[in-house]
């Protein structure tokens, strides 16, 4: 059963910077592509990046040049270096998981997604 645990939110000021984890454990897959999404309240949950087994990577237009995503390795802890935080990227930040190199859009096409860690940005 795969398993995970983000963890790294907390409360920053504007242009602060944050580092997500993503803890996984029980997937083997030889593809893979691992997500963060974000979610305010009142809003619709958002894909933020993306990153698969080849190590394409995306980014949302909202997050791009602030925000990386890395992995420590194949089978090891997700992260999101957060930089250069704004009020608007306050949100519960949850990552997800789904066999295969394609990384869709939508949540719900994603495997297993973890409890979320929640940021908070003060201006």
């Known amino acids: 059963q795969v398993q995970l645990a983000e963890s790294g939110g907390g409360s920053v000021q504007s242009g602060g910077s944050l580092r997500l984890s993503c803890a996984a454990s029980?997937?083997?897959?030889?593809?893979?592509?691992r997500a963060w999404f974000r979610q305010a309240p009142g809003k619709e949950r958002e894909r933020v990046a993306q990153l698969n087994s080849v190590d394409d990577t995306w980014y949302a237009d909202a997050v791009k040049g602030r925000f990386t995503i890395s992995q420590a390795g194949a089978k090891e802890s997700l992260f999101l270096e957060m930089n250069s935080l704004k009020p608007e990227d306050s949100a519960m930040y949850s990552c997800?998981?789904?066999?295969?190199?394609?990384?869709?859009?939508?949540?719900?096409?994603?495997?297993?997604w973890g409890q979320g860690t929640q940021v908070t940005v003060s201006s």
């Open positions: 997800a998981i789904r066999p295969g190199r394609w990384c869709p859009p939508d949540y719900d096409s994603y495997l297993s």
């Open positions: 029980g997937y083997d897959y030889n593809g893979y592509c």
